[in-house]
């Protein structure tokens, strides 16, 4: 299986401040259609996930404009350009290029 | 609003089986694939079963294939996960959640507040 591994596994973070999360794919995550199938999603505490980016960089309805999503081939990027209260979760990246389809070990975000 | 809950946790014995089930609604189910995803706090999110909008097609990761096997009633707008051989490493929390695109390799979105399954004599 296609292995993601997340950096940091904690991220402590001043509000208002900006935050960026690593994803690194043990293969490359071009799928044979072109798309890069890179997903990240939210946890906040005592909710289920939720979807944030699909195919690396597009935002899901509703997801605030603070959250980005970059990356290539193996090496992905999640940011949130200032850091609000409401943030605070695990946040995972997941792949949809390979079978079967895997999950990064999550990023814990906190507030300082 | 679009909503899905899953049902059917409990605790189970090693070897057991149990057929959790997943509600529907505020969407065109049958026109969707669903998941199953499960988490556990020592490996986190595990995607385990995919299946497409008619239901003639499913598919799952090694461990839990042939194990497992998901089946849908789109007359009832319900997901099954029927799991048997079940072993403790399947204890988790069971998430169903709507594909985000015909093949859900987009991922998945809304999820259901999960249902805990416990395997333990």
């Known amino acids: 299986d296609v292995v993601l591994t997340q950096s940091p596994l904690s991220l402590p973070v001043t509000l208002g401040q900006p935050a960026s999360i690593s994803c690194r794919s043990s293969q490359s995550l071009v799928f044979s259609d072109g798309n890069t199938y890179l997903n990240w999603f939210q946890q906040r505490p005592g909710q289920s996930p939720r979807r944030l980016i699909y195919?690396?960089?597009n935002r899901d309805s509703g997801v605030p404009d603070r959250f980005s999503g970059s990356g290539s081939g193996t090496d992905f990027t999640l940011k949130i350009s200032r850091v609000e209260a409401e943030d605070v979760g695990i946040y995972y990246c997941?792949?949809?290029?390979?079978?079967?389809?895997?999950f990064g070990q999550g990023t814990k975000v906190e507030i300082k | 609003e679009v909503k899905v809950v899953e049902s059917g946790g409990g605790l189970v014995q090693p070897g057991g089986s149990l057929r959790l089930s997943c509600a529907a609604s505020?969407?065109?189910?049958?026109?969707?694939?669903m998941t199953w995803v499960r988490q556990t706090p020592g490996t986190g999110l595990e995607w385990i079963s995919s299946?497409?909008?008619?239901?003639?097609?499913?598919y799952y990761p090694d461990s839990v294939r042939g194990r497992f096997t998901t089946s849908r009633d789109n007359s009832r707008n319900a997901l099954f996960l029927q799991m048997s051989g079940l072993r403790a490493e399947d204890t988790a929390v069971y998430y169903c959640a709507i594909c985000m695109s015909v093949t859900c390799r987009a991922g998945f979105g809304p999820w259901g507040p999960g249902t805990l399954v416990t395997v333990s004599s």
């Open positions: 505020g969407f065109t189910f049958s026109n969707y694939p």
């Open positions: 195919k690396v960089s």
């Open positions: 299946i497409d909008n008619t239901g003639g097609y499913s």
């Open positions: 997941m792949q949809g290029t390979h079978w079967a389809w895997t």
